[in-house]
């Protein structure tokens, strides 16, 4: 038999397409995403959970006239096949190739970049807006996950929406998919709202009183085949009609037969509208969905076997160093508690959850929140620790100032993912957080250049009092045994690893010490592992200085504001003139590919440093 997906160029393909040619394309879809991510890597599980509801919604509305806002969106797999990019699926998450999240410049059908979760509501109810201001006959459509839904932003634009602005109100439709998972299990109250709506005794009761309603009437078959539609039509008083929006579901969001006629309706309804379906993360492959969490974002692996344990150990990652730490940490300080937004697993918390559950916090998606929270918890004397990731921690700063550090508070916050992450790309990239970190008083930096002296930082930065921010990349660093003691490093103090005689100092901030070991040793040069931005080592600072010619300053973050920035400052506060090169991450989104080849594209390998060290001191001595 023909391959129908083959057929499929754009969403106006399949409005051509028969009911059970729908059915037939949704089981091929799904097949192709399942050979396709098993070859490349990424995001799996929750692409098989929306390849019905992307198909509803391509046949249905007129997109892209019609706007589809995805959140989070490392559910648009699917969505990217049936738009024209099918052919280069294949480059996915590569350097050079398709991105792993929508992306405006990547197609017209991308019509929000959406990587960090809970902004699609928003986004949406602005695009609505606009088409009214506009005269614009068209809808905005924002599918949001339920783990995306417990952040305070998809409220707060929910209670926006759900109004009239001088008399105007957009044609929104929010679309909940209810898969009952983010990437950690779910937590809060909004969650059991959503289970107790499935699977309540009052849902029981409306069906069945439903149906005895319907029954001997010609509405009756439609309640029989459409029974979630019942659900949204009898039970009252939801949440979201509160907000001002008029509620149908759940209904089965692996149905096409519910999902169309249902989306088909809504489309021609005025007004914000709710529609809450229910979808299986890794719906039709049974590995991923009897472990949606392992199959969440998997490596390239055999669709058949499914995912193996590999032949050979990993090295230990700087994860892992840090969750070790945290159950040691705690084992020896019972005012420990711990929080993470909703990433136990890739925060590396799992074994400190099992271990000490009235200890960990999982707030779900919701930074603002376990900053906050945090600081609650330090005014009475705990000693939080805050697990989060560098490109997360962004959408707490306001917290992160006013809350924690204008208070001076004793919150440790361990920031993973710094630097560059390869694959996901620009939006989780960690570029920023020494530079919007080290600008707030009373806040420390911390930069390990390996495992060791990650888990000695996190030590010397929980016994420290005040806010400390620990940061450390993602992946394995040059494999020095992390050890199990609870060491602090001396604080504020940096060490000279290696002496040079060809005047030039690098000045290394981080697990770029180890390339700048490597270049060093071609061009003679001094090597300092500085460890700390704030507090700077202005002893060593100077001493360098006064001793070479040209310094040079490393850092896997921003160049402008960063840890170079710091040295340069403190240089010009005590009068010292000497040459500084900065290197670092460019004034630019670094594009999503393997983190070497990004690295050495940005000039922060051995072979970079050491090119861009010698052009400097060319022109020095020229």
Partial sequence: MDSLLNTIHSPADLKALSRADLHRLADELRQYVVDSVSKTGGHFSSNLGTVELTIALH??????????????????????????????????????????????????????????????ISAAHGMAMA????????????????????????????????????????????????????????????????????????????????????????????????EEHTKGMFVPG???EEFGFNYVGPIDG???????????????????????????????????????????????????????????????SFTQVFGSWLCDQAEADPQLVAITPAMREGSGMVEFHKRYPTRYFDVGIAEQHAVTFAAGLACEGLKPVVAIY?????????????DVALQDLDVLFALDRAGLVGADGATHAGNYDIA???????????????????????????????????????????????????????????????????????????????????????????????????PLDTELVEQLAREHRLLVTVEDGCVMGGAGSAVLEHLQQVGLTVPVLQLGLPDAFVEHGDPALLMAR??????????????????LNG
């Avoid at 560098?390 to 006013?402: K, V």
């Avoid at 940005?602 to 022109?619: N, P």
């Fill in 238 to 240: 939801t949440i979201f």
């Fill in 131 to 226: 088409a009214k201001l506009k005269g614009e006959e068209r809808r905005a459509i924002a599918v949001i996950g339920d783990g995306a839904m417990t952040a305070g932003m998809a409220f707060e634009a929910l209670n926006n929406a759900g109004v009239a602005h001088g008399g105007l109100m957009g044609d929104l439709l929010v679309i909940l998919n209810d898969n009952d998972m983010s990437i950690s299990p779910p937590v809060g109250a909004l969650n059991k709202y959503l289970s107790r709506l499935m699977s309540g005794r009052l849902y029981d009761d409306v069906r069945e009183g439903a149906k005895a309603v319907l029954k001997n009437t010609p509405l009756y078959e439609f309640a029989r085949r459409f």
């Fill in 254 to 316: 692996h149905d096409l037969d519910a999902l169309i006629p249902t989306l088909e309706n809504l489309k021609h309804r005025k007004g914000p509208q709710f529609l809450h379906v229910i979808t299986k993360k890794g719906q039709g492959y049974k590995l991923a969905e009897a472990d949606p969490v392992k199959y969440h974002g998997p490596s390239p692996f055999d669709p058949v076997k499914g995912i193996e344990a590999p032949a050979k150990a990993p090295k230990t």
């Fill in 436 to 534: 919007f970190t080290r600008c707030i008083p009373k806040m420390a930096v911390l930069t390990p250049a390996d495992e060791r002296e990650c888990r000695q930082l996190l030590s010397t930065g929980y016994q420290h009092r005040g806010p400390v921010t620990v940061r450390y990349p993602r992946g394995a660093g040059c494999g020095a045994d992390p050890g199990r003691d609870l060491a602090v490093l001396p604080w504020g103090r940096g060490e000279q690893r290696r002496a040079g005689q060809g005047g030039i100092a690098i000045l290394a901030f981080g697990t770029l010490l180890y390339p700048a070991l490597q270049a060093a040793e071609r061009l003679d040069a001094t090597v300092a592992n500085m460890r700390f931005v704030k």
């Fill in 602 to 619: 940005c000039g922060l390998d051995a072979e970079g440093l050491e090119r861009q060290i010698r052009a400097r001191w060319a022109r």
């Fill in 390 to 402: 560098s490109t997360f921690l962004q959408r707490a700063y306001d917290q992160l100032i006013h």
């Fill in 59 to 120: 046949a249905v509305f007129d997109t892209p006239r019609d706007r589809i806002v995805w959140d989070v969106g490392h559910q648009t797999y699917p969505h990217k096949i049936l738009t024209g990019r099918r052919e280069r699926m294949h480059t996915l998450r590569q350097f050079g190739g398709l991105s792993g999240f929508p992306r405006r410049d990547e197609s017209e059908y991308d019509t929000f970049g959406t990587a960090h979760s809970s902004t699609s």
